[in-house]
């Protein structure tokens, strides 16, 4: 289960199969790489499954059917070797987000957005007031997380209150994560989306250097500060402090998914601009 993000600049192949059939087409792909993966190659032909696509009705199809169908739809059409979304790979528009999203994810993520609301026109600004504001509080990053959530690792969302305007407002992290994966049909979207992205990696970064951590060839040092006179409790605290925070966000297979699909929503830009390229989102 996750969100998938379709790079759409209505290309043959896009404008060949529409939204929902392009889609549909990736589904079939996943759901193909996963029969190989988990069952006995002896079985496969004798596997069926239903596929499921948001708008579109539940299809019932067996391991060879599904092989049949993506033969050529895998192998792209020459146009993907130099659109800008795809990186001269076959279907290289195409992203992938894993549910449940990692608690490390999200605590970053509402850090960034609580930063930046309250500085008047900033990105964390403008989206609150166009797109988090109005999120549903029905929304199922509300509920659906927790240990036997599927959507987020962590139990509750998070929370901040904060006055501007002489008025006080509420933020928490379900209307951010919800927001972050919206849909983006129109240029002005895609133009925020990019930005918003690019700033959040900035201090995904920022964190990672603050840790201390350089890796030079196969040697990894850590720095800390240790104070004046030394306090080797002190130290002992900031170097666990220093690698908790660097594994997790090395180890955060969201943050690495959200990069990929950062970069495409980036490589947009210009075409969204000129020629109303938008973000097909499915999640």
């Known amino acids: 289960m996750g969100a998938d993000f379709i790079g759409w600049r209505n290309c043959p192949l896009q404008a060949e199969l529409g939204p929902q059939g392009f889609l549909g087409k990736l589904k079939l792909r996943a759901y193909k790489a996963v029969i190989e993966e988990r069952v006995p190659q002896d079985r496969w032909e004798t596997i069926e499954v239903v596929v499921r696509v948001t708008g579109r009705s ?85 509920g659906n997380r927790g240990e036997d959530g599927a959507l987020a690792k962590l139990d509750q ?78 130290i002992a605290q900031r170097v666990t402090n220093s690698l908790t925070l660097a594994q997790e966000i090395f180890g955060s297979q969201t943050l690495g998914e959200l990069r990929h699909v950062a970069a495409m929503i980036v490589a947009a830009v210009d075409g969204a601009v000129e020629d109303e390229w938008t973000i097909v989102v499915d999640g």
């Not at 050529?72 to 279907?91: D, M, V």
């Not at 797109?131 to 990053?141: F, L, M």
């Not at 994560?177 to 979207?189: G, K, R, S, V």
């Open 58 to 142: 539940d299809r019932q199809l067996r391991y060879g059917a599904i092989c049949s169908e993506l033969q050529a739809f895998e192998q792209g059409i020459p146009e993907c070797a130099t659109c800008p979304l795809a990186g001269g790979k076959p279907l290289g528009c195409y992203r992938y987000v894993t549910y449940p999203v990692d608690a490390i994810t999200e605590r970053l993520l509402f850090e960034f957005f609580v930063e930046g609301v309250k500085v008047p026109g900033s990105i964390a600004d403008q989206l609150y007031r166009d797109v988090v504001s109005c999120v549903d509080e029905e929304s199922g990053w509300y």
């Open 157 to 234: 969302p998070l929370e901040h209150v904060w006055a501007s305007d002489g008025e006080d407002h509420h933020i928490d992290s379900a209307r951010v994560m919800t927001a972050a994966f919206i849909p983006l049909d129109e240029t002005a979207l895609v133009v925020a989306y990019a930005l918003f992205w690019v700033e959040f990696f900035q201090l995904v970064d920022r964190k990672i250097a603050s840790t201390g951590l350089r890796v030079e060839g196969d040697a990894v040092e850590l720095h800390v500060e240790g104070g004046n006179p030394l306090d080797a409790e002190r």
